[in-house]
């Protein structure tokens, strides 16, 4: 039987086994997934275990450490310094960044396109990867961030001036606790609005990254946060007419893409989708 895991400190909350299991299922392969909570000061002592798997996810706060473990890094693991995905193979530990799939495949099913004009709501972890890829795809992008967070949102401009010196991309330094219109000197209108924050996540569900008022005249949101199902962001979108997205799409997504890695696996698209809906009734 195959054996694959998922590493991370703590990890009482993941769907990551639920997610795969159900993967494995839906594949016809025999394996187990388990969960493995590794403290960072662990890892190095962990690597001859971790090499008996088959293969394993790495989540917080293990992605960017866990590159030492690595002998071979894929493409996007490469550009974002940032690996979630390992598939062993003998002596070759092959480290992918399966998070930027997962998001495009996300950004397709909401309907949205990252070519337009987009406001991104936090630029740390994930965030980073959002950014980038929405200059990539020639996208107006305007990153809000708190104070504390403008360096490293600078630091992520500079990058993608360096891929494109003609990238449409600004800062806008959130003044309060939220983005509001008294952030900008002239309130412009974004088709896309995407929170890569962990503001509304559980257990503050009552907050919200923005004012309603910067969703106005948006077509579409994105929020990466998946606890809970529906964030209020989620909510107000809804309430204004705008087609949202919470981040389950993304977890799932990203884990379809890591049984593609592990196994060659491919799934028919209404399933992935009864999957995306059975595991949002479970937050």
Request: proline share 6%; hydrophobic share 45%; no cysteine.
């Given at each position: 039987m195959k054996k694959y895991a998922i590493i991370g400190h703590s990890l009482g909350h993941t769907l990551?086994?639920?997610?795969?299991?159900?993967?494995?299922?839906?594949s016809g392969i025999e394996a187990e997934y388990v969960k493995?909570?590794?403290?960072?000061?662990?890892?190095?002592?962990?690597?001859?275990?971790?090499?008996?798997?088959?293969?394993f996810n790495i989540t917080i706060p293990h992605k960017i450490s866990i590159i030492d473990y690595c002998n071979k890094l894929s493409t996007g693991a490469q550009q974002y310094g940032s690996v979630n995905c390992i598939r062993n193979e003998g002596d070759v530990k092959y480290g992918f960044n399966t998070d930027i799939l997962g998001f495009r495949k996300s950004i397709d099913?909401?309907?949205?396109?990252?070519?337009?004009r987009v406001l991104l709501i936090g630029c740390g972890g994930v965030g980073r990867m959002m950014a980038i890829e929405t200059a990539l795809f020639n996208g107006d992008l305007t990153i809000a961030v708190l104070k504390q967070g403008l360096e490293a949102a600078q630091e992520v401009v500079s990058e993608i001036k360096k891929m494109n010196p003609e990238a449409r991309v600004r800062i806008v330094t959130i003044k309060g606790n939220v983005v509001s219109p008294s952030d900008f000197d002239e309130m412009p209108v974004f088709d896309l609005v995407m929170n890569a924050s962990p503001v509304g996540m559980f257990p503050k569900v009552d907050n919200m990254p923005c004012d309603e008022e910067i969703l106005y005249g948006a077509g579409y949101v994105f929020d990466v946060v998946y606890n809970p199902r529906d964030t209020l962001l989620v909510k107000t979108a809804g309430k204004?007419?705008?087609?949202?997205?919470?981040?389950?799409?993304?977890?799932?997504?990203q884990a379809v893409v890591a049984h593609g890695i592990w196994n060659n696996s491919k799934f028919k698209d209404e399933d992935i989708k009864t999957l995306i809906s059975d595991m949002e009734a479970l937050v």
């Open positions: 990551s086994p639920n997610i795969h299991e159900r993967l494995f299922k839906l493995m909570d590794i403290p960072p000061e662990e890892l190095k002592n962990k690597y001859d275990e971790l090499a008996e798997l088959d293969g099913l909401l309907g949205a396109n990252l070519s337009s204004l007419g705008i087609r949202a997205m919470s981040g389950m799409a993304m977890l799932v997504f």
